[in-house]
């Protein structure tokens, strides 16, 4: 891949300083980089839909071709393999595999995650399946969606399918990626598909995809199935602005969205009461045994974590206002609160075994004479990942961590014009440029 420049090389942890058998890998999506949008049987799913509407994507771009990962799948193992990772975490396509939701399956489409997974077992790649990263098929939102509780049972009879035929292969199954987003991000501002704005419809969402998380634990436990099963959950710690009564008010509520409406159910068995009081009648519906199927055992958690937040009564908080560095996100680079965060969660629940599942920056990664000079990324993934090793040394079970993400790719509601890959990817010609940032990591876990 090349040679780090000497001031990238002495920015260098060990990865002997973290525990024997730790787990380092890299992260994508299905929709984010697949492409094939309409090959081989995939059906459209509600991000396809989306992207066709006016004005929803920065770029007015769609996933349809997004980094052909589909018809490049041996380059990229190769690529994968390379970085000397242990592990690789993608999402399966829903559509992809059964175009309606319900009903038949698509053998071509299981034949690509069969090429996938038999190329990571050749490669000694472990894999860490997803098995929902926000791409639902459009004919299940035509039927109401995450809104329409049947949806549980169709979501667990495609997870059931998905797990009989490569749980062999794989070494965890995650249920859903960040139901946060989908729920406020997807039903309640409208920015991110299918782009509804109603805060009653988003909690119902998100209690669906907690109810339909534990259905599908459970049914696949009851097949047999003895492998680690978990779920990722987007998380930040939150402050007050300020020591005023009403920013602590904030805080308090603000954390009861972001953390505990979905931490407290799945370990505590119940939904935070002041945050269902502050939603009045836009709580949702809780039918009785809901709430013990929401709270079966975890084998394990995923963290993604990309920044921390404030809360302010009275205006919008300006990440820049702490004076640290934002990424081309607008997100303020703060590693203390992943360790924070971490130490939190540790004091205030029994958890599981906690992988790191996303944490990366986006950043302007321009190449100049075949090389993308991203030191910004390097320091980002340095701090972060030293950040999660303070965790261990505190006591917190961190089992894996997973870089954010591979390469350059579609990236929601903002097309193309954000870069989180550690590899470059020229949408023209869909080349692959491994940044420096890459060979950092490579040379990381390569000692």
């Known amino acids: 891949m090349g040679k780090l420049p000497s001031d990238i090389q002495s920015l260098m942890i060990k990865r002997s300083d973290f525990p024997a058998g730790f787990t380092w890998g890299v992260a994508t999506s299905s929709f984010q980089i697949e492409g094939a949008g309409q090959q081989d049987g995939r059906g459209p799913s509600i991000w396809d839909t989306f992207c066709e509407e006016p004005d929803r994507i920065a770029d007015q771009s769609n ?24 592990a690789y975490r993608f999402s399966v396509a829903w559509s992809r595999v059964q175009p309606l939701g319900h009903g038949p399956w698509n053998e071509a489409g299981f034949a690509f995650y069969e090429r996938l997974l038999v190329g990571l077992q050749k490669r000694g790649i472990e894999a860490y399946l997803t098995l929902y990263h926000w791409d639902l098929p459009q004919a299940l939102q035509e039927q109401g969606g995450w809104n329409n509780r049947e949806i549980c049972q169709h979501f667990c009879d495609y997870a059931c399918e998905v797990v009989r035929r490569f749980g062999d292969r794989v070494q965890t199954v995650c249920t859903h990626n960040e139901p946060w987003v989908v729920s406020i991000l997807g039903h309640e501002t409208g920015i991110f598909a299918p782009g509804i704005k109603d805060r009653k419809v988003a909690y119902q969402v998100g209690h669906h995809l907690l109810l339909s998380h534990g259905m599908a634990l459970k049914a696949i436990r009851d097949m047999g199935f003895r492998k680690p099963l978990g779920i990722v959950l987007n998380q930040s710690p939150i402050y007050p602005a300020s020591d005023a009564p009403e920013d602590v008010a904030k805080a308090r509520l603000d954390d009861g969205i972001v953390v505990r409406w979905y931490m407290d159910p799945l370990f505590k068995g119940a939904y935070p009461a002041d945050v269902l009081a502050w939603l009045g009648d836009d709580a949702p519906s809780v039918q009785a045994g809901d709430m013990a199927l929401i709270a079966q055992p975890l084998d394990f958690m995923g963290v993604n974590y990309y920044t921390r937040n404030f809360s302010c009564a009275s205006e919008t908080w300006d990440a820049a206002k702490p004076g640290n560095p934002l990424t081309e996100m607008g997100w303020e680079i703060y590693p203390p609160g992943l360790t924070e965060l971490l130490c939190r969660l540790h004091k205030d629940y029994t958890l599981p075994a906690i992988y790191i599942t996303e944490n990366g920056g986006a950043f ?31 006591g917190v079970d961190v089992r894996g961590y997973f870089v954010w993400s591979l390469m350059d790719n579609f990236e929601w509601a903002s097309g193309y014009e954000k870069r989180f890959g550690i590899v470059h990817v020229d949408y023209t010609t869909l080349r692959r440029t491994p940044k420096q940032s890459a060979l950092w990591y490579q040379s990381l876990l390569k000692g």
């Open 364 to 394: 302007k990664d321009p190449v100049v004479d075949g090389r993308v000079d991203d030191r910004d990324r390097v320091a980002y993934l340095h701090d972060h990942i030293q950040a999660t090793l303070h965790a261990i040394e505190k």
């Open 63 to 86: 996933g349809l071709v997004a980094c052909d990962h589909y018809n490049r799948l041996e380059a990229d193992l190769d690529l994968i393999a390379s970085l000397g990772v242990t």
